[in-house]
């Protein structure tokens, strides 16, 4: 079974406006963390935004945030205001484990792209 | 001053050869990971080493073997390279095994 789900292959959204990517995760450990990571075409992979488990508020970062719904075990990332230098592929990862076996899972990915 | 460093950046080769990429940190971190991303983007953790120690090891073929001379450095040696081990290999690090990790900026290997 798919531990990080995204079921976006492909996004468009209009230059300025705000674009949500979706995230669902599963997983038995109580304690987790998930992550965005951002890979453009040069190919380097750029950390984003980071939530875990047990925090209250969701993250923010910029134009990023992300909607950590628990019950739901979902993790979406929100960018607002989308720049052209947004056109990229979006991946949703997940830390779980223990300490000495922690493993980060990452989904497939979703690629982006801003039209100006 | 780059964070994760990898060479080469780009590396061909013929099947059945022997093949090493090395990996470099200088951001002090304690772990350091090997992921290999195919074709289709998706992107696999092989391998985790903390302090030098191995600590994660997936279902990957024998013929990969990470190697740790210290901290800062994580090689990546393959032998007997397939037509399968096409792919980029990115390595990265983290200063706890389960926080951010910073990625290097990947090696494409092609076997032909």
């Known amino acids: 079974a798919q531990k990080i789900t995204q079921t976006q292959p492909g996004m468009f959204v209009q230059e300025k406006e705000a674009v949500t990517l979706d995230c669902t995760y599963d997983t038995s450990d109580p304690s987790y963390g998930l992550f965005w990571y951002k890979q453009p075409s040069s190919g380097e992979m750029i950390f984003l935004i980071y939530q875990g488990s047990y925090d209250q508020q969701n993250a923010t970062e910029g134009r990023y945030s992300l909607n950590f719904q628990k019950a739901r075990k979902s993790a979406n990332l929100v960018i607002s205001a989308s720049q052209l230098g947004d056109s990229a592929m979006y991946f949703c990862a997940m830390r779980e484990g223990q300490i000495g076996g922690f493993k980060t899972i990452f989904g497939a990915g979703t690629r982006l792209f801003v039209k100006a | 001053d780059t964070a994760v460093s990898q060479t080469p950046k780009y590396l061909v080769t013929q099947m059945g050869n022997d093949k090493s990429i090395k990996c470099e940190q200088n951001?002090?971190?304690?772990?350091m990971y090997w992921y290999k991303q195919d074709s289709k983007k998706f992107l696999k953790i092989m391998f985790s080493?903390?302090?030098?120690?191995?600590?994660i090891n997936e279902t990957v073929p024998n013929r990969f073997s990470p190697k740790s001379p210290d901290k800062a450095h994580l090689n990546l040696h393959i032998n007997s390279l397939e037509l399968g081990d096409s792919a980029v290999y990115f390595c990265a690090s983290s200063q706890d095994r389960g926080l951010e990790q910073f990625f290097g900026p990947g090696t494409r290997l092609t076997v032909l």
């Open positions: 080493y903390n302090n030098k120690e191995l600590i």
């Open positions: 951001l002090g971190h304690d772990t």
